[in-house]
């Protein structure tokens, strides 16, 4: 009979790894099983390749769909990590016996709604990671839910990951026995535990292959077999040889739905397999608890150092004095505690107290970086992968861009070929669903600059390889995804939005077709607020585009097609508005008259000028769209300051009604502060307006005017008043009476322009003749 031990583990604990290293050591198994997917076995080997950096997870998905997917992360603190080095250095067969992911991952296996995190090796003993017990919820429940929980709570501990950490993953050496603790444990929890419905049968099919997997290695003459499990499973798996066990084993696997999968490696961060990011089996601090397997012996002295060189990196007090007294007081703690060394409650205590001299802002960084910790492994270039992960690869190493779980900010210099290519690149991710950069407002001048800011994410890994479905590269997964979303978009300006992109990431095929796509919407759409959307960015991709050399000519002819469709529509969509769509469609007026403005061609102004005076023209649309459209014909002097105090007079008169008048006068007026104070002749409209008003009419009216005042700022109120007190309502900055031009002083800024401008150029015969003239 073949020594078979069950080695019930908690997931990413360097107690349980130091326990279970020491007990392989001891044992020297011939067969190594672990809890893991059988899907992904040919992958082992790799665990022990010199590039291969934890964290690091195996990812196994399905290739026609390769969002149903799970994670299996690994820290070098990982048991199963731990078990996996040690059976390849000692030339153990190694074997996942979990239940294969191509039955979990088949449609119409289990509980179709179980998120792709909770099924594998991250689902076993969970304390914070998981919803808190309700009060109605039954003890049974609430032990299979939290077993740790439970335990901690009789120990007297806040929760289970406290206890834990006390009692296993802090002490000091390596106990065989703590196994067989755990395993009597877990098998009096489990006497009283309830199973969730939903998880039930995952969970005993998952058991079942487990147990057969076992029967099958002993019965392949195996002498010394290690089962490297989740501790709740072990009493489950002591049942291996039971009588009739195999026989129920058979039936729960019989007629599994199972489909195609694959598997891979991907780097993984600390950060995500931290609780804080909603995985289940994380744990509270990573970053200490790596600290715990490579520093067992001295990890108080390495924490507090590492602690005051962050603090020192980031110009905060932190002498070699203060870390001595932190040591000595996390020491005292621990003695009063009754531990034997300190615990990272002891050091985290005693940091804040000597270190950061009680400010919680220090804590919050050392927390961050040494307890969660923000490192990133790496896998070996040549590990499986899809096409598009090479690509991606390739294409990071060619523009020395590194994803790395440290976030930073980059600028851009458009005009120099890497930095081009570096910002197609990004583009090109955000467009497959990795937003790795966010556009950011470049430092400096020139509209050739560009700033990024750069975030890594590891499950970015998954689009990755869902792209793959679209292309064979980055670029072109990126093409064929917004193909495909051209053809499902329904609206003019979600294809507009679409077209910045495509430049900016350079996929000229694909940017033709979505211009097509728009084309085509906007020849038969009836929203005319969906078109007015679509216009602004598209003015401006037409008149600033060429800073990336990129052809705007095709933007441009869009620019063409839709101001007239908008015109055109632009009376009729403005009827019966509320209050909140007539201050949305005088937004969305105000953006289109700024790109036509924009485009300045001189047919498409007067187009859109014409569509704004038959609007301003109208009775029965809301008076703040109305007075917008005064405004913004006045503006562009297509209306004389006479016209525009006549329809002002008209709005606000008695006859109009006092919820009309301020809302036109709103609209009129909203936002224009600075030009009441510097453009003399809408000062001039307003005033010759309020002059001309008898004494019963200006009363009437003056709340109106105030309300519409009070939204500019002080200062603007100010400098208004201050302008109308002048003689002749002077602007800012006029003397009394007109002074007319001083050429002696005009000639003193000339040395400073000529330095700015540049030397004048040369003058040709001609000029100096006819100048003579």
């Known amino acids: 009979m073949p020594d078979i031990r069950l080695f019930g583990i908690r997931h990413h604990g360097p107690g349980s790894a130091r326990s279970l290293r020491a007990a392989l050591d001891a044992l020297n198994p011939d067969c190594l099983l672990i809890e893991g997917p059988p899907d992904a076995d040919a992958l082992i080997p790799l665990a022990a390749h010199a590039a291969m950096a934890p964290p690091v997870a195996l990812l196994v998905y399905r290739p026609e769909r390769p969002r149903d997917c799970a994670f299996f992360p690994f820290a070098a603190f990982s048991p199963e990590w731990v078990a996996m080095r040690f059976g390849v250095a000692a030339g153990a067969t190694l074997r996942f016996i979990d239940l294969p992911h191509a039955n979990q991952l088949a449609d119409g296996f289990g509980a179709p709604d179980t998120p792709p995190e909770a099924a594998p090796i991250d689902a076993e003993p969970v304390s914070e990671a998981t919803e808190a017990p309700s009060d109605h919820e039954p003890a049974a429940a609430a032990i299979r839910r939290d077993p740790l929980g439970e335990l901690a709570a009789l120990a007297g501990y806040p929760d289970g990951e406290r206890w834990w950490d006390a009692l296993v993953e802090s002490r000091a050496g390596a106990d065989g026995d703590v196994f067989a603790a755990i395993g009597e444990a877990m098998a009096a929890l489990r006497e009283g535990a309830e199973t969730d419905p939903d998880d039930a049968f995952r969970e005993e099919a998952r058991e079942a292959h487990m147990r057969s997997a076992i029967r099958r290695a002993a019965k392949e003459g195996f002498e010394r077999i290690a089962v490297v499990c989740g501790a709740w499973h072990v009493p489950a798996l ?75 990196e980031n110009d905060l007090d932190a002498s070699p004095a203060s870390v001595i007294e932190a040591a000595r007081l996390a020491e005292a703690l621990a003695g009063f505690r009754g531990r034997s060394r300190p615990s990272l409650d002891d050091l985290d205590e005693a940091a804040q107290a000597t270190l950061c001299f009680a400010d919680p802002a220090p804590m919050g960084l050392i927390r961050r970086k040494l307890v969660i910790g923000e490192r990133l492994g790496a896998t070996p270039p040549d590990s499986p992968g899809t096409p598009v992960e090479a690509d ?66 590891p499950e970015w890994v998954v689009e990755l390889v869902a792209a793959s479905a679209e292309g064979g590269t980055v670029a072109e997964a990126a093409a064929g995804r917004v193909r495909v979303r051209a053809r499902e978009a329904t609206r003019v300006a979600e294809l507009s939005g679409l077209i910045g992109t495509l430049l900016d990431a350079d996929l000229a095929d694909a940017t033709a077709e979505v211009i097509r796509a728009l084309n085509d919407r906007a020849a038969v759409s009836a929203d005319v607020f969906d078109l007015m959307e679509a216009l602004p960015p598209l003015a401006e991709l037409a008149r600033y585009g060429s800073v990336r050399s990129s052809d705007t000519e095709p933007v441009l002819a869009v620019v063409r097609g839709l101001v007239p469709r908008a015109a055109a529509g632009l009376v009729a969509a403005c009827q019966s508005l509320d209050d909140d769509a007539a201050a949305a469609a005088k937004a969305r007026i105000v953006a289109v008259s700024g790109a036509v403005a924009l485009i300045e061609e001189p047919e498409l ?13 109208q009775e029965h649309v809301h008076g703040r769209v109305v007075g917008r459209a005064v405004r913004l014909l006045f503006d562009e002097r297509a209306i004389t300051a006479a016209e525009a105090g006549e329809r002002l007079r008209l709005a606000l008169s008695r006859a109009s009604g006092a919820v009309p008048a301020a809302a036109w006068i709103e609209g009129f007026l909203e936002d224009s502060g600075t030009v009441l104070i510097h453009g003399r002749e809408l000062l001039a409209v307003v005033d010759d307006w309020l002059c001309g008003l008898d004494a019963d009419l200006f009363t009437e009216l003056l709340p109106l005017v105030r309300r519409t005042f009070a939204t500019l700022a002080p200062a603007e109120r100010r400098a208004v008043g201050e302008a109308l007190a002048r003689p002749g309502g002077a602007g800012p900055g006029e003397a009394e009476g007109a002074q007319g031009f001083d050429a002696a002083r005009a000639a003193k800024v000339l040395p400073i322009l000529r330095l700015l401008l540049g030397p004048e150029p040369a003058r040709t015969a001609d000029e100096t003749t006819g100048d003579a003239a």
Not at 251 to 280: C, D, I, M, N, Q
Request: charged share 25%; with cysteine.
């Open 392 to 457: 991606f690869e390739a294409q990071c190493r060619r523009l020395r861009l590194k994803p790395g779980a440290a976030a930073g900010e980059i600028t851009l210099d458009l005009r120099k070929e890497t930095d081009l290519a570096r910002s197609h690149f990004l583009n090109r991710l955000t467009l497959i669903g990795i937003p790795w950069g966010e556009r950011r407002e470049a430092r400096g001048r020139g509209t050739f600059k560009e700033g990024w800011f750069l975030a890594w994410q």
């Open 605 to 617: 102004k007067t187009v859109w000028q014409d569509a704004l005076r038959a609007l301003a023209d």
């Open 238 to 312: 002591m049942r291996h040889d039971a009588k009739g066990q195999a026989t129920a084993d058979t039936a729960t696997l019989k007629s599994l739905p199972k489909t195609k999968v694959a598997a891979a490696w991907a780097p993984w961060s600390y950060e995500r397999l931290a609780f804080a990011s909603g995985y289940r089996a994380g744990v509270l601090s990573p970053e200490w608890y790596d600290t715990l397997w490579h520093h067992e012996g001295r990890v108080a002295a390495r924490w507090l150092a590492r602690a005051a060189a962050l603090l020192r």
